[in-house]
């Protein structure tokens, strides 16, 4: 029987509290599926600062390069907030992403039609979407050289006399791997995927558009792949977000697009994500997989946070390390049954109000809806 190995690093804040959640989900899937977990657990960011002095220690990292799996609750909080910079949580995230070396950053938009009156848009427009936006992660004009401000000289035709710069620098090994994972992805969806630069204006841009289209017409031929200048992408977004399947884009776009298709679908304690690396000795991709959400100081330890975004994030590991669709699905299932229900924790509750749930509440619901199903 195959082993799923993953490591669950809570961290701070409502982290353990919607683990916590995740737990129940993954005793549910060994108690009645026969799937077999193996799971360990360890600290992160300001978790394990106050254990090491470390936001990540090495024997974590070194765990976290070994599993099939990662995932990652919040790090953070106004506790650690005067510390020195290298020792700050989210170093201990970043080295994560880092060492893995985590260049695909996933990024789902899905509207639960319980939950579509929430959305800014039309019912109408949001019903139904299910879209991922596959975002470069490690390059791009976030990283790209050369950079920084400098002083003008004495240019007379500029005021103020400095210049800002930053480069915006792919090569197209960076872009044909976040290609692959992209139209991998597609298989195991809608089969399409839409690439977004400005290729119009930008030399890095026409790179782009080339290198996928040659991943496309050599390796994924199979898969719908079409191109779209990332500004009309913009649009297309709030004009009409289902024409989406598999969005994949650079770093710079990525960061702005899915933000904007997050929103398309309501509050933050609903939205998972996932961060991929290049494939393993199994064929899988190393992966992290996290909650968009942060730590919530705000509402820590009382009980209050919404653990579906954890929760669909170990849906998505199911999905893309483990390659159990059919189990992914259930449990998005079972999470679309709870919200039709009516069950909400307090983020959900609409103008009309009504009881919330707590935490755990909502992580049992979850659980009776998958035994109901
Ligand atoms: P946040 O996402 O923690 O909270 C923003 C607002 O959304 C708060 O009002 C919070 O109560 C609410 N919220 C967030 N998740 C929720 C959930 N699951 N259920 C119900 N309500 C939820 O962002 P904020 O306040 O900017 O940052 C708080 C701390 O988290 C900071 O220390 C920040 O650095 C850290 N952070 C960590 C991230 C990570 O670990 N990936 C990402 C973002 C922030
Ligand atoms: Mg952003």
Not at 23 to 35: A, D, H, P, T, Y
Not at 176 to 185: D, H, N, P, T, Y
Not at 187 to 208: H, Q, T
């Amino acid at each position: 029987m195959t082993t799923y190995s993953l490591l669950i690093l809570p961290g701070d804040g409502i982290g353990p509290e919607v683990m916590a959640e995740v737990r129940k989900v993954i005793g549910w899937f060994e108690q009645n599926r026969g799937l077999s977990f193996d799971v360990s657990e360890d600290l992160v960011g300001g978790a394990a600062y106050d254990a090491h002095g470390v936001p990540l220690a090495d024997a974590t990292m070194a765990k976290a390069q070994q599993v099939d799996a990662v995932l990652l609750g919040a790090v953070g909080g106004p506790k650690y907030d005067n510390l020195d910079f290298s020792v700050k949580p989210e170093r201990g995230l970043l080295r994560l992403r880092k060492e893995m070396d985590l260049f695909a950053n996933l990024r789902p938009a899905q509207c639960f039609d319980a939950l579509a009156d929430f959305s800014s848009l039309k019912r109408e427009v949001v019903a139904g979407l299910d879209i991922l936006i596959v975002r470069e992660l490690t390059s791009g004009v976030y990283f790209g050289e050369p950079r920084g401000i400098h002083d003008d000289g004495n240019n007379p035709e500029n005021e103020g006399g400095r210049v800002g710069i930053n480069t915006q620098r792919y090569t197209s090994g960076e872009i044909r791997r976040v290609a692959r994972a992209a139209f991998e992805l597609a298989r195991k969806r809608g089969n399409r995927v839409c690439s977004m630069e400005k290729a119009n204006v930008m030399e890095s841009g026409i790179l782009w558009r080339e290198e996928v289209q040659w991943v496309h017409d050599n390796e994924y031929p199979d898969v719908e792949l079409s191109h779209m200048y990332a500004d009309n992408g913009a649009m297309q977004l709030v004009r009409n977000p289902r024409q989406f399947d598999v969005i994949v884009t650079d770093n710079l776009f990525g960061d702005l697009l899915s933000d904007a298709a997050a929103m398309l679908t309501g509050s933050l304690g609903m939205l998972p994500s996932a961060s991929l690396g290049a494939p393993m000795a199994n064929g899988r991709p190393k992966a992290m997989y996290e909650p968009v959400h942060g730590s919530a100081p705000d509402i820590a330890g009382q009980g209050k946070a919404n653990p579906i975004a954890c929760i669909l994030s170990f849906a998505m590991a199911l999905r893309y390390s483990y390659d159990l669709g059919a189990e992914a699905d259930l449990l998005e299932k079972a999470v679309e049954k709870v919200l039709a229900e009516g069950v909400r924790t307090a983020d959900l509750m609409g103008p009309q109000g009504g009881t919330p749930v707590s935490t755990a509440e909502m992580g049992d619901h979850v659980v009776k809806a998958l035994s109901a199903l």
